[in-house]
């Protein structure tokens, strides 16, 4: 079943069931009545829709995303390199890593992906950078959660994500990476640190070809103060992992730090020359 391109939630304003989704969350009159009580009666009055298509969730579950959404964002390629999130070349499924990694020196020990940065995944990512499409990204987040439970061997003891400098923050009213990484860590049952800081701005990595992107986030993040990773492994969240760039300095601060092992995880894999 095809997903429609130009989505409901496009048009602007948030549902009343996002809006009050979202009281359960803050300091407002629902954040005082007990959740499930709340939860009850806005399933009641608003029932479940796809956070993706908009449509009725018929047997809604923690993802609020409907079957064809799901396959759809996940897109037609289900093996992906271990080593670095690239598609796996056929004569390679029944190996862990593809021959575009086999030369590369990655400071990270393992990636999962959930699909292509393409199509309908494209659109949720872009849409879900957005405050008022955050349920969108927590979708995405538990299914991301799932793909690493059922892909990842050995799964890290904290989660954390990629952060944002302050401006970009502002802007856009939302962090995407904390919110994939609080719901990864719902699914996985991990906690989630912000273990990391921007501390400069940076140009928009889309904007750049490869070879620009590493000079670009190069010494813009650092530990965040008085945080010590203190021996423990991490697992990196981000929403679009394209060249691999800025998984690699956020990873590289973590390991200098005293970080054992870093995996690092997001929704979509840019597949493109750039």
Known sequence: MAVQRKFPFMAGDRSPRA???????????WSH????????????VYPPTCTLCGGALVDPGAIEMCDACIDAVRGK????????????????????????????????AEVVVLGRYEGAMREAVIAGKKFIHEPLMMALGGLLGEQIASRMDSIPEIVTFVPSHW????????????????????????PVHAATRCVRG??????LVADQRA???????????????????????????TTGSTMCEVTRVLLAAGATRVCVAATARGVGKN
């Open 215 to 241: 000079a670009n986030i190069l010494n813009a993040f650092a530990l965040r103060r008085r945080y010590h990773p203190n021996g423990h492994s991490y697992l990196l969240i981000d929403d679009v992992m």
């Open 77 to 108: 390629c289900r093996h992906w390199c271990r080593r670095c999130g690239m598609p796996m070349e056929p004569m390679r499924l029944g190996e862990p890593t593809c021959n575009r990694c086999l030369k590369q020196k990655l400071p990270f």
């Open 202 to 207: 940076t140009t928009k990595q889309g904007k």
């Open 19 to 29: 809006a009050l989704a979202g009281g359960l969350r803050r300091d407002s009159a």
């Open 167 to 190: 401006r970009r923050r502002l802007g856009r009213g939302t962090v995407p990476a904390a919110t994939l990484a609080k719901q990864v860590g719902r699914v996985l049952g991990r």
């Open 33 to 44: 009545v007990p959740l499930s009580i709340a939860r009850a009666f806005l399933e009641m």
